[in-house]
Each structure stands twice: as C-alpha cells, then as structure tokens.
C-alpha cells in the first residue's frame, strides 16, 4: 500500500466509525444509489489525500460510508476514468482505502455495452471477466508481491 489508502481510512473512519464489508464504486447513471445509503457520511475526495476528482459533470466526488439494504457500505459516488488523465494509476489510491476500511465485496458499476443483439441498451448486466487490451497494468511497479492479483474468481 502506497500509505494514501490507510490515510484515507483513517479519515473515513473519523467521520463515521464502522466495520465495512462492501465497497461500491458508481458509474454513470447510477449516482442517485447514494441518496439511498442511510446514517451516511459524507466526504469530498477533495478531503481525502491522494484521491482522484472525476472531471465527468455526472460524477459526484464523494466518498459516502453508510447502510444500504442493511449493509455497512462504503460508496465512491463517481470515479477518475483513466481517459481523464492517461495515468492507469488513477484509482489505485481509492481501491487501497476500501481494503483499508475492510471491505472484501467490491462493485464495480459502468456504462458496458454488448455484442449480443439480444440485450437492449440500459440491460443491466453482470460481467464476469475482461481481457486487457490496453497493455497497462496499474501494479507495474509495485515494488512487492501484491502486484501478483490472483484473478481466477474475479
């Protein structure tokens, strides 16, 4: 961990002490799922060192921490897209606060399309896997074994 990630759970944790068990990035469309996060938190990125502001007009910023269909949640409200700067670092900061605060459920939610002609457009859909065609790798670098990340149950 690059020492960003414990910073920003202690921060998180400041504003609202809890176990959290999932971690819930929003993607577009998707921002009115925070309002529905009960007792919640609220926390500008701008707050919480290290951490991407999305420049997407969609895309809140925040980071809220809560309960949400009886789970303690924490919920990035928009995220930095690697189109925004180049760097396929971006999220790394944002993904190392949620294992920090203990989260070991991720969801990840974006706009995906489809080559089936049988789901519509705005389908939800569940991805299982990808295949990296970019040939980037935010873990290039990472000076430890951590950028070993064993994806057979992604």
Not at 12 to 29: C, D, E, F, K, T
Not at 34 to 59: C, K, M, Q
Not at 63 to 73: D, N, P, Y
Not at 116 to 125: A, F, L, R
């Amino acid at each position: 961990m690059t020492g960003h990630g414990q910073q920003c759970a202690d921060i998180v944790r400041a504003a609202r002490p809890s176990s959290y068990r999932v971690g819930i990035v929003l993607g577009s469309g998707l921002g009115s799922l925070a309002d529905a996060v009960e007792d919640a938190a609220r926390i500008s990125y701008n707050e919480l060192p290290d951490f991407p502001v999305s420049t997407v007009s969609s895309h809140a910023s925040e980071l809220i921490v809560g309960r949400l269909a009886g789970q303690e949640v924490v919920v990035l409200a928009g995220r930095a897209h690697y189109y925004e700067s180049g760097d396929p670092t971006l999220m790394r900061t944002p993904l190392e606060t949620l294992k920090a605060l203990g989260c070991e459920i991720f969801i990840l939610t974006n706009a995906a399309g489809s080559l089936d002609i049988d789901v519509k457009s705005g389908s939800p859909m569940l991805i299982t896997d990808h295949i990296n065609f970019s040939d980037l790798n935010p873990l290039i670098g990472e000076a430890s074994d951590a950028r070993f990340v064993d994806m057979s149950a992604a």
